[in-house]
């Protein structure tokens, strides 16, 4: 079975610098997604960012970028220019492609705080 | 509808009683699935529908936990005999359902809902 270790419970960032949340996975396959996900107080769980297994170059979103380590089986966030509106949980998640309707599988979450 | 709508948003019960919880899908989504949360934790995950059929209820965690999709659409999440230890925040979500990169690029990352908070007194 497929795990997901976010090894931060808390970080804290000062508006505008940058921020690194880590992550890493176990699996056995060779084919499949990672997620990371933002969920603010609403509850509601919001896509941020997401990488194929197969693809060696890191996603870019805007300010979020991701590290994808596959050999070492990490997948970091990097945040840049925070801002006050990127304070909330974050995820990390994993999906199989090899798997027929497989579910998300989610790491334990990383509190995000941007202070002023 | 443009979003996954849940409801409640909020319900509180006693102990030994049975709740629905319910979820409105995207029209057009196939896939839909149902997690839980509970307070300061990640996302477990309880089951998946395909349609109406339900080809992985692996996560639910006991006898007392059923759920059931009609039309290919609304999903009810039912809770028999509530326990504390279920107070937690019911998510759902839907997607595409399509494999592979294909819906990699659909986004099938899934849409989530604004879940059930359920606190069992």
């Known amino acids: 079975a497929q795990t997901v270790t976010q090894s931060q419970p808390e970080m804290s960032v000062q508006e505008a610098e940058t921020v690194t949340l880590s992550c890493t996975y176990d699996?056995?396959?060779?084919?499949?997604?990672l997620f990371w996900y933002k969920q603010p107080p609403s509850r509601q769980m919001i896509l941020v960012i997401r990488?194929?297994?197969?693809?060696?170059q890191n996603a870019t979103e805007n300010r979020f970028s991701v590290n994808f380590q596959k050999a070492a089986k990490s997948f970091s966030l990097k945040i840049s220019d925070s801002q006050l509106g990127d304070a909330a949980m974050y995820f990390c998640a994993y999906r199989s492609g090899e798997t027929s309707g497989s579910r998300l599988t989610f790491g334990e979450g990383t509190q995000l705080t941007v202070n002023p | 509808g443009a979003g996954v709508s849940q409801s409640p948003s909020n319900k509180v019960t006693e102990k030994g009683k049975d709740v629905e919880l319910r979820c409105d899908p995207i029209s057009g989504h196939t896939a839909l699935y149902w997690y839980r949360q509970s307070l300061g934790q990640g996302l477990e995950f309880l089951i998946y529908?395909?349609?109406?059929?339900?080809?992985?209820k692996s996560g639910l965690p006991s006898d007392r936990f059923s759920a059931e999709r009609t039309g290919g659409s609304v999903s009810t999440l039912t809770i028999q005999r509530t326990q504390q230890e279920d107070s937690a925040v019911y998510l759902c979500a839907s997607s595409y359902g399509r494999e592979g990169r294909e819906g990699f690029k659909a986004g099938y990352g899934y849409t989530f809902g604004s879940g059930t908070r359920l606190t069992v007194v």
């Open positions: 990488q194929e297994a197969y693809k060696q």
């Open positions: 699996t056995s396959e060779s084919d499949y997604y």
């Open positions: 529908f395909q349609g109406n059929s339900a080809p992985d």
